[in-house]
């Protein structure tokens, strides 16, 4: 997507979703990469997500400096955003949360895998990240430095997602619509994860499980989330064309 007024509107739609979805509330965060300079991202100025409008979109750099118009006080914690769109030039995508069914996860010896295909994205390597490995126990969780945020994305490395220790998450995608997607997902198999230990012995999804869904799925399946979301929040859908190159399908693998 390219056009900048239908990106910034698209952005907003996701916030919107997220909120919905209970998987950010009064705040988290989503932020993209900009259409056509790749060193900066868009985001919302520091409002919940589920009133934002256009209007409150910032134009950040990657080391988190405020670009043009400024409508309010940016997130304290854009340096997640920049920093990861710093190491990782294949995401145009961040979401940074604390999803309630994720956080458990985050201080438990329980690991989060994926049990349901829905929920293959997150992948079956999530670490979890612990500020104070670095920054000690003075902190107040937040990442509100590059310093912060690189050590964040080192833990992130090549993965879809990472856990945050005592504070959420993050979750990256080639799109808004794939990065929102996982984001509901994620939470969704945390609260199927949660039930299913409190049953017995869980069988989680395989590695070649993963791979096949993960594979195949592509912009029909997001196309298909995203246009009932859209409903759901009283937000325009417009249907978008993907080519996601070798390897993904046209077809919907998720049934």
């Not at 995203?226 to 693998?253: H, I, L």
Request: glycine share 10%; proline share 5%; with cysteine.
């Amino acid at each position: 997507m390219t056009d900048l007024a239908q990106l910034k509107e698209e952005l907003v739609t996701a916030n919107r979703i997220l909120a919905h979805h209970h998987v950010v509330d009064s705040f988290g965060h989503i932020s993209v990469r900009h259409p056509t300079i790749p060193g900066h991202f868009l985001m919302s100025r520091a409002r919940a997500p589920g009133v934002l409008v256009e209007e409150d979109i910032m134009e950040f750099t990657l080391e988190g400096k405020i670009v043009g118009a400024e409508p309010g006080k940016p997130y304290s914690e854009r340096f997640i955003h920049g920093a990861i769109l710093e190491a990782r030039p294949d995401a145009m995508c961040v979401v940074h949360n604390h999803s309630p069914n994720v956080v458990p996860f985050t201080v438990t010896g329980r690991k989060m895998r994926p049990i349901m295909h829905m929920c293959a994205p997150i992948g079956t390597d999530i670490p979890n990240w612990d500020i104070a490995h670095k920054f000690g126990y003075e902190t107040n969780l937040l990442v509100t430095n590059m310093e912060m945020g690189r050590d964040l994305a080192k833990t992130l490395g090549h993965r879809t997602v990472s856990l945050m220790r005592g504070h959420g998450s993050v979750v990256v995608g080639r799109s808004i619509r794939e990065t929102v997607f996982t984001s509901i997902y994620m939470e969704a198999n945390a609260e199927m994860l949660i039930k299913a230990l409190q049953m017995g012995e869980v069988e989680y999804m395989h590695d070649g499980e993963v791979a096949a869904n993960t594979r195949g799925r592509a912009g029909f399946t997001w196309e298909r989330g995203w246009e009932n979301w859209c409903r759901e929040v009283s937000r325009k859908y417009v249907a978008q064309t993907w080519d996601m190159g070798p390897g993904f399908s046209k077809t919907d693998p998720a049934g």
